[in-house]
């Protein structure tokens, strides 16, 4: 069975951290690249950071650039969203996601919601004093 499976998500304060994980299972993430998403209540689902399947390139939102950072450990068939000077704006329910097969990784990142297969359940994160 694929799943991916989110953690770390919390309440923290204005200007605070999290790191989220992202496990899988039931295939491996060789040949995925892997994104983050997030959606705040009444908001569509965003796209906020993807890396590639051999975690050569990255892509973030201009939102979350110099204060997020997406890392991955395929030996252990997980990525990382690392969090920093978090912001209420920051709110909202964290998806990991991912987009490709086993014919291989795509050739390009991209933050369309349309382009990714498989889809974690999310992790709440709460910027708030």
């Known amino acids: 069975q694929v799943q991916l499976v989110e953690s770390g998500g919390g309440l923290v304060q204005p200007g605070g951290s999290l790191r989220l994980s992202c496990a899988a299972s039931g295939f491996t993430l060789d040949y995925y690249n892997i994104g983050w998403f997030r959606q705040a209540p009444g908001k569509e689902r965003e796209g906020v950071v993807c890396?590639?399947?051999?975690?050569?390139?990255?892509y973030y939102a201009d939102s979350v650039k110099g204060r997020f950072t997406i890392s991955r450990d395929n030996a252990k068939n997980s990525v990382y969203l690392q969090m920093h000077s978090l912001k209420p704006e920051d709110t909202a329910v964290y998806y990991c996601?991912?987009?490709?097969?086993?014919?291989?990784?795509?050739?390009?990142?991209?933050?369309?919601?349309?382009?990714?297969?498989?889809w974690g359940q999310g992790t709440q994160v709460t910027v708030s004093s």
């Open positions: 890396i590639s399947s051999s975690a050569s390139s990255t």
């Open positions: 996601a991912a987009h490709g097969s086993t014919l291989g990784p795509p050739e390009y990142l991209t933050l369309d919601v349309s382009d990714y297969d498989y």
